[in-house]
Antibody
Framework: QVQLVQSGAEVKEPGASVKVSCKAS????????MHWVRQAPGQGFEWMGR????????NFAQKFQGRVTLTRDTSMSTAYMELSSLKTDDTAVYYC??????????????WGQGAMVTVSS | EIVLTQSPATLSLSPGERVTLSCRAS??????LAWYQQKPGQGPRLLIY???KRATGIPARFSGSGSGTDFTLTISSLEPEDFAVYYC?????????FGGGTKVEIK
């Protein structure tokens, strides 16, 4: 079925990096933008950036520019989000989300199950 | 950055009641607004996009309205499975932003 399956929970120390994967199935991976959104414990959502799986082109929220890297492996239908220089307030659930079409792909019609990233010394 | 303000923060209601949730934008987002439902431990589910279009598989009891800065999500008659947190999201301007959410809880 159509789904996004993310990698598991991670625990990292401040200053480290984390890489989260998002495997798509049930649809053509390269036809839809893939976004990354995070949710800190008990908080709302924060959009981080998006990648075009076909071209590899990316856009980022200014807050995360230079600290987040989005990549994809089209042969594996998998998108990746790497966040560097982790701080304790990066502790959150990180979601991948597919951008709806038609349109600009900036509404999210399919979400992964989320990956909890805990940053603690 | 466009700030989305949702009200109220919490609603306590009974099954069968009509629900109206509000989302107000700090500047016009035209009709580029979506609504999501989130249940504990789950990712969000798209309900409404472009202010009033129901997403695939969403029951007709969910409807959206509004344009510019003021938007409403209405649930015509609450079902037990509708108790959740609801978020709005705009795609008019970068960065994409979300409202803080409205929790609909059982009275």
């Amino acid at each position: 079925q159509v789904q996004l399956v993310q990698s598991g929970a991670e625990v990292k120390e401040p200053g480290a990096s984390v890489k989260v994967s998002c495997k798509a199935s049930g649809y053509t991976f390269t036809d839809f933008w893939m976004h990354w959104v995070r949710q800190a414990p008990g908080q709302g959502f924060e959009w981080m950036g998006r990648i075009n799986p076909n071209s590899g082109g990316t856009n980022f929220a200014q807050k995360f520019q230079g600290r987040v890297t989005l990549t994809r492996d089209t042969s594996m239908s998998t998108a990746y989000m790497e966040l560097s220089s982790l701080k304790t307030d990066d502790t959150a659930v990180y979601y991948c989300a597919r951008g709806i079409t038609p349109g600009d792909g900036n509404t999210f019609d399919l979400w992964g199950q989320g990956a909890m990233v805990t940053v603690s010394s | 950055e466009i700030v989305l303000t949702q009200s109220p923060a919490t609603l306590s209601l009974s099954p069968g009641e009509r629900v109206t949730l509000s989302c107000r934008a700090s500047q016009s987002v035209s009709s580029y607004l979506a609504w999501y439902q989130q249940k504990p431990g789950q990712g969000p589910r798209l309900l409404i996009y472009d202010a009033s279009k129901r997403a695939t598989g969403i029951p007709a009891r969910f409807s959206g309205s509004g344009s510019g800065t003021d938007f409403t999500l209405t649930i015509s008659s609450l079902e037990p499975e509708d108790f959740a947190v609801y978020y709005c999201q705009q795609r008019s301007n970068w960065p994409l932003t979300f409202g803080g959410g409205t929790k609909v809880e059982i009275k």
